[in-house]
């Protein structure tokens, strides 16, 4: 066991850890947070301690020693628009992790994983991986119709790319070679359009464009969203949550759990039918939107993420844009192998680990 690998992936109400040896998965626990705890927490970098130290419980008691891990990888968060790839976690980015763009779980990634290199004190790396931050969109994709609000590049870039990497390799082409379509679905969508390698076009999938999810609005009508802000009452929190955390399934049918969904349906909901399929048709219409960015050129569609189990979603989605080019599903999301084989990879300089600035 040479090459031992931790890798952390905070997320909303739980955290993932896992240890591989190389490419093999040793260790692997999803820890369930209680929603009473995280809400005492009035930030999500208020969460450091209380998350760090459950990840050193973890390991103790699956007799895992931290003094024999080579690295460590932490899902990357809101930083300053950057390139993919792999990052090294240094003082610049401990002062915008601090400092981030939003509040997002990921952002613990790094800083968890910066704090147990120091109390290992070997020398070894702390490493984030294909932030939500990416940004290669190209010139033209930024231009949104008022020059105060770019379009802004913010996405599931890890799982993106992992999946835009294997279908390549599924087909026999380099990743650099091909251009897909690749569409995340869970709590939040985004849909990227990788040309050769580059996402050079992408929605918003945090608080702003694109399709509604489980749990986030996505593109509204902008006029009635502004009467909405200026109509007294809401404060700027309460319309930030009707974006994130409050919007899509949740507003519409009070619940952000695909499964109940479907099942209502199964019982002759036909609103939560037509709320479901308006996800899927939204969905569709993006795909359709980044297939004119390919110029057509396109040689998949790839659903991942939580939804991409769901045939309903799946199948719908799939009749309105297969003429486009082929459609390929990959359920789940994949990061903890994608940190992994990253890690494994930065362990065997097979890619450059970069500095960020």
């Known amino acids: 066991m040479d090459n031992l690998i931790l890798v952390i992936n905070p997320g909303s109400t739980s955290t993932k850890i896992a240890v591989f040896d190389g490419r093999n998965e040793l260790f692997l626990v999803n820890v369930k947070h209680q929603q009473e705890i995280l809400a005492s927490f009035e930030h999500i970098a208020d969460q450091f301690d209380y998350r760090k130290n459950m990840i050193k419980d973890e390991l103790e008691k699956a007799g895992i020693d931290l003094k024999k891990i080579k690295i460590i990888v932490g899902r990357g968060g809101l930083l300053k628009p950057i390139a993919g790839g792999v990052y090294k976690v240094n003082e610049a980015m401990l002062r915008d992790i601090k400092n981030p763009m939003g509040e997002h779980e990921s952002n613990l990634g790094g800083l968890i994983a910066y704090e147990l290199v120091k109390e290992i004190g070997t020398q070894i790396n702390a490493i984030i991986v294909d932030p939500t931050c990416v940004d290669e969109l190209e010139d033209i994709a930024r231009i949104s119709g008022m020059p105060e609000l770019p379009r802004r590049s913010l996405l599931h870039a890890l799982n993106q790319r992992a999946v835009g990497r294997r279908y390549a390799k599924e087909i026999g082409r380099k990743y650099e070679d091909i251009n897909v379509i690749v569409v995340h679905m869970g709590g939040g969508i985004s849909a990227g359009a990788h040309c050769k390698g580059r996402i050079i076009d992408v929605n918003n999938g945090l608080n702003g464009d694109g399709p509604m999810s489980p749990e986030r609005s996505g593109g509204v009508p902008v006029g009635q969203l502004v009467e909405m802000c200026f109509s007294g009452k809401y404060t700027k929190a309460e319309i930030m949550k009707k974006l ?114």
Do not use: C, W
């Not at 899509?248 to 909901?269: M, N, P, Q, V």
């Not at 004119?292 to 045939?311: C, E, F, W």
């Open 244 to 357: 994130k955390g409050k919007g899509g399934f949740i507003a519409y049918l009070g619940t952000s759990d695909a499964l109940e969904i479907e099942k209502r349906i199964e019982e002759g909901d036909e609103y939560a039918r037509l709320v479901y399929s308006a996800m899927s048709y939204q969905v569709a219409k993006e795909i359709g939107a980044l297939s004119t960015v390919l110029k057509g050129d396109v040689d998949g569609i790839l659903l991942t993420g939580g939804l991409a189990y769901g045939s309903m979603i799946v199948d719908e989605i799939t009749e309105r844009v297969k003429h486009l080019g082929p459609v390929k599903t990959y359920p789940g999301e994949g990061e903890m192998e994608a940190l992994a084989m990253n890690g494994f990879m930065a362990l065997a300089k097979e890619i450059e680990v970069k500095e960020y600035v």
